[in-house]
């Protein structure tokens, strides 16, 4: 079974353009995860969809938005890119989101802000 | 508020020797709890989970964690460390009503000296 996909894996933009991650679960799952790791603030939770659903959100600016297609694959969008965006964005699957689930993560997207 | 502390950020124990890492949650009802993996350049991989049953749960790799309602911990232990387990290691906590979303601590950086 393949696992959780992201592409693209690294990405460099400038301040001010805007960007779009993709994220492709495990097949069968339903529900995607999204966060982001910096070192300084660590893992942060930014938003959950199920069955194309924003069932969740963190506390991140509506700079950072997403969707989820009819397939479950997921993307994030981030306007207006900042220089505070440089982070390793990751994004996990599982099979519906419930807590006791087990949650699989993916390799993450480095993005890199100029 | 939700919140998951690892008091230790940098680790080194020999390899060969026992390892015990330590997470404080702090959640109002009952807690699932997680430990992750992650290896430079990737994603997390779970290493276990508790969300109720037995307060000793076994995981991948050798590694076992016991959940103590009293102290509000969660600490990750295996009783010999090989040069492979060099990684950081993240605790996190997530809850009934939370679906997906998980709070991560800051991670413990474990390194192995031969």
């Known amino acids: 079974k393949a696992g959780v996909t992201q592409t693209p894996r690294y990405l460099i933009k400038t301040r001010g353009q805007q960007v779009t991650l993709s994220c492709s679960p495990i097949s069968g799952h339903r529900s995607v995860s999204w966060y982001q790791q910096t070192p300084g603030q660590g893992l942060q939770f930014l938003f959950e969809y199920f069955s194309e659903t924003q069932r969740n959100k963190g506390n991140f600016p509506g700079r950072f938005s997403g969707r989820q297609f009819s397939n479950s694959r997921s993307e994030m969008n981030v306007s207006t890119l900042e220089l505070g965006d440089s982070a390793l964005y990751l994004c996990?699957?599982?099979?519906?989101?419930?807590?006791?689930?087990?949650?699989?993560f993916g390799p993450g997207t480095r993005l890199l802000v100029l | 508020a939700q919140s998951v502390t690892q008091p230790d950020i940098h680790i080194t124990v020999s390899e060969g020797a026992s390892l015990e890492l330590r997470c404080n949650y702090s959640y109002g009802a009952t807690p699932y709890l997680f430990w992750y993996v992650q290896s430079p350049g990737q994603g997390l991989q779970l290493l276990l989970k508790?969300?109720?049953?037995?307060?000793l749960v076994q995981g991948i790799k050798g590694f076992e964690a016991e959940f103590k309602r009293s102290q509000s911990s969660f600490n990750l232990r295996k009783p010999s460390v090989h040069w492979s387990d060099a990684a950081e290691y993240f605790c996190?906590?997530?809850?009934?009503?939370?679906?997906?979303?998980?709070?991560f601590g800051q991670g413990t950086e474990l390194s192995v000296k031969p």
């Open positions: 996190a906590v997530g809850g009934w009503n939370q679906g997906g979303k998980l709070i």
């Open positions: 508790y969300f109720s049953g037995d307060t």
């Open positions: 996990a699957s599982s099979f519906t989101g419930r807590p006791e689930e087990s949650q699989y």
